[in-house]
Each structure stands twice: as C-alpha cells, then as structure tokens.
C-alpha cells in the first residue's frame, strides 16, 4: 500500500519559482535514496535530482544551479525547490525511489513555465 503523492506544480512565468512535494505513505523514506524525475511531453523519463538517505544531493547538469532537492524523514516526504525556471522545464513532475521499478509511479505533478 505504498503511494507516492505529488503536488505544488502549476503555471509559472520564466524566472518564476515553485516548490513541490512528494507525500509518501506506507513507508520509511529515511532508509532510501530519493529522486524526482520528470516527463516532458515527447520524452523519455528522466532524473532531475536527487538525495541519498544521508542527505548528499546531486543534479543533473541542466538544473543543479537552479533546482534543490531536499527531505523531511518525519514527515516521510520530499521536496524539490525550483528557482529561475524555464520553459524547457515544462514537464510531469514525479518523485519516486533513486532505483525505481519497486514503487508504482504516482500521477505526478504538471509544472508548466510559459509567458
């Protein structure tokens, strides 16, 4: 019975800001490595950042001045701070383990940076 529910995406002028969250029921993140990935429309899948369970981040080169993935082991949810976005970062946002294929994807969040 574990979901992963994504939320906090929206429509945002280049430059703008969001934050999402990623809820988490049914398990422990504090033991796992975890990721956001996001889906562009035409796209494959791919890995935006992530945070190991010791808390070391890493992005991929396209956001990491710009997104910060962050965690709260309490609250069993993750975080993912997007600053100075920009419309190539129109994409379904999900969250899910950094090793995926164990968890069923959630419905994700759409984060869409137009004028």
């Known amino acids: 019975q574990v979901q992963l529910v994504e939320s906090g995406g929206g429509l945002v002028q280049p430059g703008g800001s969001l934050r999402l969250s990623c809820a988490t029921s049914?398990?422990?993140?504090?033991?796992?490595?975890m990721a956001w990935y996001r889906q562009a429309p035409g796209k494959q899948r791919e890995l935006v950042a992530l945070i190991t369970k010791r808390g070391i981040v890493t992005a991929t080169d396209s956001v990491k001045d710009r997104f910060t993935v962050s965690r709260d082991n309490a609250k069993n949810t993750v975080y993912l701070q997007m600053n100075s976005l920009k419309p190539e970062d129109t994409a379904v946002y999900y969250c899910n383990l950094a090793t995926p294929g164990r968890i069923p994807w959630g419905q994700g969040t759409q984060v869409t940076v137009s004028s």
């Open positions: 049914g398990m422990r993140i504090s033991i796992y490595d």
